[in-house]
């Protein structure tokens, strides 16, 4: 028999009655937990939900003599990071990178998140758990890969809900908040030599209202401006591809010429080292 119990931060996901056993949560049947549909490999995101708002969502409230079921919509997004920090300053350096990237970026830009830690006692001895709380943005993930087309921003809000009237004024705040976001990312790098994971499916979420968020917030990475490509602690050239991501938002949402001479530009996007971080994705995805 296997007595040995799993890890939370082992598991794949984490199901309502788990996280509800969970020594730090509070079980006040207030909330509801729900696994988020979309998820990445760094951490567990729960919706915390109103239970009231879930039991609507499924037995239906009448509404002018119709029986709708009204998607319920988190309060708030519960982040528990897998991450093993040694002791209590690696966890505490960890929220600086938080706190950094909320300096430069603003509460405007990225979804913001109260980070706490944890003593978590589910394997039977005291570990740290740093976790998030952090705010829910609906939206459509602005996906660097598929930038396609001059009229992207148009496209892409004609689809969701926003009134024809709103439109071009919709695509114009969108436009302009991208550019104050890859304003304040250059700012960011030139400032601290730390770039946001901005490769990641997901990290970016544009808002039906047109605002830019990065809602991916425990990762950012350090450029050096040198010839070896670094890759993360899941072998992934993050910080290559959050310099092309980047670049890709530069080129195809604000229409700008990439200038070669950017210091930036010219050693991450050389011919070579583009071929280099292809190879090294490759692999990534091989080994998932
Ligand atoms: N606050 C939030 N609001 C809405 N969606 C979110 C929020 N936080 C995360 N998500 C979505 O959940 C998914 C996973 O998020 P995230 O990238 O932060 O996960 P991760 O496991 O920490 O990181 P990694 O990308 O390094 O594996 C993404 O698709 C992201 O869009
Ligand atoms: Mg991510």
Redesign the pocket.
């Known amino acids: 028999m296997n007595d040995t119990i799993q890890d939370i931060r082992d598991q794949a996901y984490l199901t309502e009655s788990e996280v509800l056993k969970l020594n730090f949560i509070n079980d006040s049947s207030r909330y509801i937990f729900r696994k988020?549909y979309?998820?990445?490999?760094?951490?567990h995101?729960l919706e915390i939900l109103l239970a009231e708002d879930v039991i609507k969502e499924t037995q239906g409230e009448i509404t002018e003599g119709i029986r709708m079921f009204p998607r319920a919509k988190p309060k708030k997004?519960l982040?528990i990071l897998r991450t093993r920090f040694k002791n209590k300053e690696a966890v505490f350096q960890e929220i600086k990178k938080y706190q950094l990237l909320l300096k430069f970026l603003g509460p405007d830009f990225i979804?913001e998140s109260e980070e706490f830690i944890v003593d978590y006692t589910g394997t039977g001895k005291s570990q740290i758990v740093l976790c998030g709380l952090?705010?829910?943005?609906e939206g459509e993930?602005l996906d660097p890969w598929g930038l396609g087309g001059k009229n992207f921003l148009l496209d892409l809000f004609k689809s969701s809900t926003c009134p024809d009237s709103q439109l071009a004024a919709r695509v114009e705040k969108a436009r302009k908040n991208i550019a104050i976001f890859v304003k304040k990312i250059r700012q960011m790098i030139s400032d601290t030599g730390y770039i946001p994971?901005l490769a990641?499916?997901?990290?970016l979420?544009l808002t039906i209202d047109g605002n830019l968020k990065l809602?991916?917030i425990?990762?950012i990475v350090e450029i050096k401006l040198n010839n070896s490509i670094p890759i993360d602690d899941k072998r992934y050239p993050s910080c290559d591809v959050s310099v092309e991501v980047l670049s890709l938002l530069e080129k195809d949402i604000l229409q700008k010429n990439i200038q070669m001479d950017d210091p930036l530009y010219r050693v991450f996007l050389s011919r070579e080292r583009k071929i280099k971080v292809k190879a090294l994705e490759k692999q990534f995805y091989k080994s998932l």
């Open positions: 988020y979309r998820s990445g490999l760094r951490s995101i997004m982040r979804a952090q705010e829910y943005i993930i994971d990641g499916f997901g990290n979420i809602v991916d425990n990762n």
